[in-house]
């Protein structure tokens, strides 16, 4: 039974609602899939969950069956039967299939997705200065204690020029 008192200038006021009736977890829309996301961009998965008026509800997030540890990046929200969950700034490995799970006292329920997030391109292999490129190839095929030789001027006295 839920009760709630007003106060105020006109007296008290007392309502009373009927009990709620809680039922075991039931999701009604299933886990978008996210396909081709960008690296560094926000991916976001959402649901419909039952019953939405249960404070025993536990909702936990999971990809790869391994719980996600909700930080920085990783944002949840649980509102009126509303979840989701934001990856901010994917990354190449966040891809995989996440599962979210619903429990209370009468039972569990499971929805799962997947996200697929396109990794950016690494490094650049390919030289930008060929010349430069080739003059490194040169200095690097030289032999371990090859000697470089240098022609040095020699030492005399400083001269004053007027």
């Not at 700034?89 to 996440?98: N, R, V």
């Not at 490094?123 to 010349?131: G, R, V, W």
Request: glycine share 8%; hydrophobic share 35%; proline share 4%.
């Amino acid at each position: 039974t839920f009760t709630a008192e007003k106060s105020g200038a006109e007296g008290r006021t007392r309502t009373e609602d009927a009990d709620a009736v809680i039922t075991k977890p039931v999701f009604t829309t299933p886990l978008n899939n996210v396909d081709g996301a960008m690296e560094g961009a926000h991916v976001h998965l959402e649901c419909r969950l039952e019953p939405v008026n249960d404070p025993n509800l536990n909702v936990e997030w999971f990809v790869n069956s391994k719980a996600i540890k909700i930080g920085s990046r990783f944002r949840t929200t649980h509102d009126f039967g509303y979840v989701a969950l934001d990856i901010l700034q994917a990354y190449a490995e966040d891809s995989g299939t996440y599962m979210c799970k619903a429990t209370n006292k009468l039972g569990e329920a499971v929805n799962t997705g997947s996200v697929n997030v396109t990794a950016r391109k690494g490094l650049l292999l390919d030289s930008q200065h060929p010349e430069g490129w080739e003059k490194m190839r040169e200095l690097e095929s030289r032999r371990k204690g090859a000697r470089l030789e240098v022609e040095e001027t020699a030492i005399t006295a400083p001269k004053f020029v007027t």
